[in-house]
């Protein structure tokens, strides 16, 4: 069975983590339709019209996201506590390897379900689960089956494992927790939610470790960088402070620390200069209302149609679309393609309303197309600052309460509003007269 899970003659070249060791049943994920079709996705959507580098794609991401979620998951099976040793599959052992591969496949399947230009109109057009439905359709068709077919079939799995469905955790392990009991009602085992975590994990999740790193390498955003080796070598596997000690959770050792505060660091600068740009921001706005009146959910009725819509035939259909005045969204696509005539982004002050957007579009006689608002939930950073830490190995205390600088890191402005080059100085007025 080691020599099963473990053997691995394949190797992919990354520009962030070097050389990608992969197995056959990966290479088989790797060189599938759904998979390869991620090489037509930025990851960044539509932002290299800002920042020229950020041509990356879904594709190196997600053999990334795989590469460090196997890190990850080596190291918090590694250095196991005393107090968690019975919960933690041994190294070599059946359950540890079956997990490992689980992981592996779920990081490599987790982007499978994005739209093109990846979030860009992922919001309005596929909720209420954005992409991770999707996702899900995409593991269960044809396009898929053989390589399933293949990994049912390896002697290992029929010989040590077969009361599980390996393709249901992987599917479970992909999604994530909250999403899977929203879309199969179905629960997560402790252990199941450790592995989860270390790929969705909303702090120290290898999805977000790497799309960080990554974005501000191809951007040249360098705010974005942090000692992630540093934080990956202090991951461990902890009793929960706030479920009980029989509740595990990921959380760091203490030397940790400083690894952490650099990474939400790394995240509030990477929104400010780079997610939340208003630059990028207008583009996005131009490009997704394009895409809402061109591209809309019901045109996607099967897996097929989903795959078959990548960015160049976006690109292809903006194109076009620029060009000729009678093709809906003519507008939108002159200002991407042709930078002409181009809304102007801008965050607005804390506690505006949407009635005080609506009071001044209806009082300066905006029309609706003109000026549009967006309101979004504010996130709230210190709710996700429970993770557990290890105090000189042994107290286990709330990250909130051993570090100051993580509960001073503010929020991101989360509402926004898009103007045309007639009405900007007339808001910009507005919003600067404004007292609230």
């Given at each position: 069975m080691v020599k099963d899970f473990l053997h691995s003659d394949k190797k992919i070249f990354d520009s962030l983590h070097g050389f990608i060791p992969f197995d056959e049943f990966e290479k088989e994920l790797i060189d599938s339709l759904p998979f390869q079709r991620l090489h037509y996705i930025h990851q960044l959507g539509i932002s290299y019209l800002v920042y020229p580098g950020a041509n990356h794609t879904r594709f190196e991401h997600s053999i990334g996201v795989m590469a460090l979620a196997t890190q990850m998951f080596d190291k918090i099976c590694k250095s196991v506590r005393p107090d968690v040793f019975h919960f933690v599959p041994r190294k070599g052992s059946s359950d540890y390897l079956y997990w490992r591969r689980v992981l592996r496949m779920a990081a490599l399947c987790h982007d499978l379900g994005h739209l093109p230009f990846s979030h860009v109109e992922e919001n309005s057009l596929l909720e209420p689960h954005g992409h991770k439905n999707w996702t899900l359709s995409i593991i269960d068709s044809p396009h898929l089956q053989i390589v399933w077919d293949k990994l049912r079939k390896a002697?290992?799995?029929?010989?040590?494992?077969?009361?599980?469905?390996?393709?249901?955790?992987?599917?479970?392990?992909?999604?994530g927790e909250a999403k899977w009991k929203a879309l199969q009602h179905g629960t997560f085992s402790p252990w199941e939610r450790i592995v989860s975590e270390i790929l969705t994990g909303d702090f120290f999740g290898a999805d977000r470790i790497d799309y960080l790193l990554?974005?501000?390498?191809?951007?040249?955003?360098?705010?974005?960088?942090?000692?992630?080796?540093?934080?990956?070598e202090t991951l461990r596997i902890l009793p929960s402070v706030d479920r009980g000690a029989d509740e595990m959770q990921l959380g760091i050792d203490e030397n940790g620390l400083e690894s952490c505060e650099a990474l939400l660091l790394a995240r509030h600068f990477m929104h400010r200069r780079v997610y939340h740009y208003s630059s990028v921001k207008a583009y996005n706005f131009h490009l997704r209302r394009y895409m809402a009146e061109n591209f809309p959910v019901t045109s996607l009725k099967s897996v097929d149609d989903f795959l078959n819509l990548s960015d160049p035939d976006i690109i292809c259909a903006l194109n076009r679309?620029?060009?000729?005045?009678?093709?809906?969204?003519?507008?939108?696509?002159?200002?991407?393609?042709?930078?002409?005539?181009?809304?102007?982004?801008?965050?607005?002050?804390?506690?505006?309303?949407?009635?005080?957007?609506?009071?001044?579009?209806?009082?300066?006689?905006?029309?609706?197309?003109?000026?549009?608002?967006?309101?979004?939930?504010?996130?709230?950073?210190?709710?996700?600052?429970?993770?557990?830490?290890?105090?000189?190995?042994?107290?286990?205390?709330?990250?909130?309460?051993?570090?100051?600088?993580?509960?001073?890191v503010p929020e991101m402005k989360t509402n926004w509003v898009y103007v045309s080059p007639e009405y900007d100085l007339i808001l910009i007025n507005f919003l600067e007269s404004w007292n609230g």
């Open positions: 002697p290992s799995y029929l010989e040590d494992l077969i009361e599980r469905d390996i393709i249901q955790d992987i599917k479970k392990i992909t999604v990554r974005d501000a390498k191809s951007t040249g955003v360098t705010y974005g960088l942090f000692d992630y080796h540093q934080l990956i679309a620029a060009k000729d005045p009678k093709i809906k969204g003519h507008e939108d696509a002159k200002c991407v393609f042709f930078r002409q005539h181009r809304f102007r982004a801008i965050d607005l002050p804390e506690g505006m309303t949407e009635k005080d957007i609506t009071d001044f579009k209806n009082k300066n006689h905006i029309p609706d197309r003109d000026l549009v608002a967006e309101f979004q939930k504010e996130a709230r950073t210190g709710e996700k600052l429970n993770f557990p830490v290890s105090k000189r190995h042994v107290i286990i205390q709330k990250a909130r309460n051993c570090s100051d600088l993580l509960l001073k």
